[in-house]
């Protein structure tokens, strides 16, 4: 499934990978589990992160090697952390976003003066959900945004009935709305062009194993061409099985979002320069760095990706 990826006899090297726990991991559990990685002489561990802080920190520190977060939290880490490197090199999607309300909150005026989940405060996709509430007229004081973390807290909170909406992605949508919760409103509409998630990591690390982050590339947009092919559904829905829990009509219907031409998986996982553009609008329309903000060049690496795609 790799493109050309020459296998070698010495020893594998270990990319410990962190990532949120999401249905969009679907092309790197099938590069794992297709033998796409190792084929290219990576030996590829997977860690879930309970949220966006935790895990540029683990990219940071060194304690795992390569991430996929929003693009904003790169540059949040980059603003926000003296001596941080990472940068993004590679566009996983643009979010598969759905502002998801509980039960008693079906529309977004039903949220009006109620406390809201995020994952972090200043970074993430946090700033698409207050876009969203202040143009449709609230003001910052009609609303409160609590930190809870990653995808899964939050669906948890939400259906607990802890707090009144958050920002969803496969599986949890789905499994929110048979819990009697509902969409409000989802990512395209509260912004068109927006790059989410990322894969990240540090320019020293980068520097040194240029060969290994080109394999990790060209292996990972293979696998993402392998899951869109028709003839590999079956196998698709077997792993979003394995790895999401996901059967029958959940199973379907979280692929079919995920391979949607239009608000999908990016086929080519190529970097959204417009939606970083986008991201760095927000982060400085809501006074989190200086307006204008500086281009997406400043976070952005794109030789490894153009290497791997030759």
Known sequence: MCFTAVTSMASPTFIRLIQFRAAYNLPVHAAVENGAFAAAGLD????YTPGSAFLMEAVRT???TIGHAAADDVVADVENQAGSDVFAFMGLHSGLLSLVGAPGCPTMESLRGKPLAVDARDSGFVFILEKALRDRGFGPDEYELVEVGGWESRYQTLIEGKLHATLLTPPFVGAALERGCHVITR???MVPVYQATVGLAKRSWA???????????RCYVAATG???????RRQCLDILGLHNGLTGAA???TLDSLLDPRHGLYP????NIPGIAAALDLRAGMGFIASPPPPPEKYIDNTYYEAALR
């Open 62 to 64: 060194g304690r795992c």
């Open 268 to 271: 080519r996982a190529a970097l």
């Open 44 to 47: 590829v561990e997977i860690e």
């Open 207 to 217: 520097e040194q194993n240029r060969t290994h982050l080109v394999n990790y590339i």
């Open 251 to 253: 199973a379907e219907e």
């Open 226 to 232: 392998w899951c869109f092919a028709p003839e590999n």
């Open 187 to 189: 990512g395209e509409e």
